[in-house]
């Protein structure tokens, strides 16, 4: 074979394999385009899916969450420290004659560290009643109104007081036919009313740090109910027990709570006065329902006599009014001989509850 045979067969072999490699290219660009079709289709429900999802999630989903939760959020965070955040008022009821002298309601803040507790105050119809920059509602004519306070540090922080005023020919309501049941949701207390100048809780008069007497009420000594109760209860007490009580200090008027709590601060000082001695118009002996036993005194306390009573006072209507370890709820120490009579029914729940009255009826006892 010559060589100009050989270069042709070489150079047929050497075109025959650039089209084998050129169409083994052509194959292998195919399968590539073939694999990245079907990926394509096999991908896209997925993202035809996530579109039509993701709208329904953003729409439905996250406008409800951000308004639920970002104001609260927001609120609290915009009350800087020291400022006024809630209001609670010693009552929100009042009954009035026109002719009655001015009553004026405990104001609470919360916090009570706040920067500043002053109060703005306002009648709705002056005509009515009237209140001044202090807070003393003071009745002008019979009709309804209400009274409100306001912080002056926060005005989003009020309350209001219902008031009632009759003429005064006409009788003032009986406090057992306004009586309701506590609800620790019902902030505005419809158990509590003021009917004359005096607070009642459920209808028990409440008489303590918090809630006053009018300097006028004068029951001159003990009630009827108060007299024959204690009398029974004295010869209960003989007859079971062979103890002899006696009353060593009943009815007290105003006036004297005014000589008694002054000489107590004069001796022991205005701070020590006040765990055992009531600021006038705040001592339960005005109202004719509270007996001191045998002795007003520590003395007293773990005697055969004081355990008796303890034991056994309400079953005629009596309470021990400042039981053991009850200080914080009541304002004052122990004193196993000053019992008030509450009438037999609240004297059993009471008694069976291990309360005070304090804790009994959720209210405070704490001077303003």
Known sequence: MNNANRKKRKSQRKQKQLLNLLLLTAVFFCLVLGILLILRRTRAPETEIIQETIPETETETLPETESETIPETTEEEILPPGMVSGMTLSFYHIHLHESDDSVMPLVFMQPEDALDLSEIWASSDEAVASVDESGNITPESPGNCIIWVTSAMNPDVFAEVSVTVYPDDEELPDPEQLCS????????????????????????????????????????????????????????????????????????????????????????????????????????HQ???????????????????????????WRFGFIVRFPREKEEFTGYKYESWHIRYVGTEWAKKIYDSGLCLEEYFHVSSRYS
């Open 181 to 284: 049941g506590f609800s620790e949701e019902d902030t505005t207390r419809n158990d509590i009313q003021v009917i004359g100048g005096i607070t009642y809780v459920q209808g028990v008069m409440l008489v303590n740090k918090t809630y006053p007497l009018p300097s006028s009420y004068y029951p001159d000594g003990l009630t009827p109910e108060t007299k024959e109760a204690f009398s029974e209860l004295r010869h209960a007490a003989s007859e079971e027990a062979g103890l002899r009580l006696f009353s060593d200090s009943d009815f007290r008027s105003y006036r004297t709570q005014v000589y008694l709590y002054e000489s107590y601060c004069k001796r022991d000082g205005k701070e020590a006065a006040d765990r055992f001695s009531a600021r006038p118009g705040h001592s339960e």
């Open 287 to 313: 109202t004719g329902m509270v007996i001191d036993v045998n002795w007003a005194g520590d003395a007293f306390n773990d005697t055969e006599e004081a355990v008796w009573l303890e034991q056994n006072c």
